[in-house]
């Protein structure tokens, strides 16, 4: 049986889970960004219990299928951007819909009712996180971040990420520098 988990979005989020799930002793055969592959159905006690346990860390289980699908879009995001190095061989459009079984029109709806923004933005908030991450943490030029990330060329990258941050790329790794 699946169970979904919502805000699941990194490597450290499945060692939490993976840890709650032995605390509480529900077995499990396999945990991945937003899904859990547990043996049996579990009580409503377990579900409870497991629930409150994610919730401490920022994660909780979904119900929902619309949530659950949602959440699905999300973690696939996730996946291309953080986890793949690899250019998308499609639009993004395209990959959802194969991925996912639906069709694309539907799944942006959903999206934006359940999130108040287009699947797109989504995608470029996500990719523009990763490049603050990369800006502080690691030592990459700007043409090399947007060449990682999958922007068409660097000023592309420069206009998204001061959309959606405020400052150039360049600004925000200077005012990391100082804070040094």
């Known amino acids: 049986m699946?169970?979904?988990?919502?805000?699941?979005?990194?490597?450290?989020?499945?060692?939490?889970?993976?840890?709650?799930?032995?605390?509480?002793?529900?077995?499990?055969?396999?945990?991945?960004?937003?899904?859990?592959?547990?043996?049996?159905?579990?009580s409503p006690e377990k579900r409870t219990l497991l629930n409150d346990a994610l919730v401490k860390s920022g994660l909780g289980l979904l119900d929902n299928k619309k949530s659950?699908?949602?959440?699905?879009?999300?973690?696939?995001?996730?996946?291309?951007?953080?986890y793949t190095d690899d250019r998308l061989k499609t639009n993004l459009s395209v990959y959802l819909k194969e991925k996912l079984g639906y069709d694309y029109a539907y799944l942006s709806r959903l999206f934006a009712e359940v999130n108040g923004m287009t699947i797109e933005n989504y995608f470029i908030t996500i990719r523009?996180?990763?490049?603050?991450?990369?800006?502080?943490y690691e030592d990459f030029s700007i043409?090399?971040?947007?060449?990682?990330?999958?922007?068409?060329?660097?000023?592309?990258?420069?206009?998204?990420?001061?959309?959606?941050?405020?400052?150039?790329?360049?600004?925000?790794?200077?005012?990391?520098?100082?804070?040094l």
């Open 2 to 42: 699946k169970i979904y988990i919502k805000n699941m979005v990194c490597v450290r989020c499945e060692s939490i889970v993976k840890a709650e799930l032995n605390k509480i002793g529900i077995p499990f055969k396999s945990v991945k960004l937003g899904e859990v592959e547990v043996d049996d159905d579990l």
């Open 68 to 82: 659950v699908l949602v959440e699905k879009i999300k973690n696939l995001i996730i996946e291309l951007v953080h």
């Open 128 to 136: 523009v996180e990763r490049a603050k991450e990369m800006l502080v």
């Open 143 to 179: 043409n090399e971040i947007a060449d990682k990330l999958h922007f068409s060329d660097a000023s592309h990258f420069n206009r998204q990420f001061k959309k959606v941050t405020g400052l150039t790329p360049s600004y925000f790794r200077e005012i990391k520098n100082n804070r």
